[in-house]
């Protein structure tokens, strides 16, 4: 006989319907032997550069969704990425702004990239048409707020080796 439920409890298939839904993304920080970060320009914002990353997909964790997106974007996975657990630097929530959900953005230090690994890069088309490694403080002057607060926090978290979290405000 099956027990009575507490009031208010829900099976767990309709407490989800309840429960706010939103998006995760995940990336990897790259710089090369001098310091400089990599980052790739996207067809869809001209002039905005972003961290190799993308949304999650179903069945992912982050680092698999970082690790696959590099793979689209750069063409291969860079060997520091590509062993051990690379550690995350930043985790960035955003809170929902019609049309978006809340969004949660989880970046890794994916190492340092070799000249090679750097020769090897080809983009894909459809979503970058340029690469660039440069300091931080050159790629926050090209990047919008929120861009910028994700870049310096990574960026801070790499070298300091410790992880920051973000609140970043709306857009």
């Known amino acids: 006989m099956p027990t009575a439920l ?3 409890w829900l099976p767990p298939e309709q407490f989800v319907s309840t429960l706010p839904h939103g998006l995760a993304c995940a990336g990897l920080l790259f710089t ?11 067809v869809r914002g001209p002039g905005q550069y972003v961290l ?14 970082a690790r696959r997106e590099t793979v689209e974007e750069l063409g291969f ?8 657990d690379p550690r995350l630097l930043v985790l960035a ?6 049309p978006w959900p809340w969004r949660l953005g989880a970046f890794f ?9 750097i020769g090897r890069i080809t983009l894909d088309p459809v979503e970058h048409d340029a690469f660039t490694l440069r300091t931080v403080e050159e790629l926050t002057a090209l990047a ?9 926090a990574a960026a801070e978290a790499h070298r300091t080796g410790r992880t920051g979290y973000l609140t970043l405000p709306a857009s």
Not at 32 to 42: P, T
Not at 109 to 117: N, P, Q, V
């Open 6 to 8: 507490p009031p208010g």
């Open 32 to 42: 090369d032997a001098a310091g400089r970060i990599l980052a790739l320009r996207s």
């Open 52 to 65: 190799p990353g993308g949304f999650l997909e179903p069945g992912e964790d982050l680092l698999g969704c």
């Open 77 to 84: 996975l860079p060997a520091a990425a590509r062993t051990g």
């Open 93 to 98: 929530f955003s809170a929902p702004e019609p």
């Open 109 to 117: 230090d994916g190492g340092t990239l070799t000249e090679h690994e």
């Open 144 to 152: 919008d707020e929120r861009r910028g607060l994700v870049l310096r």
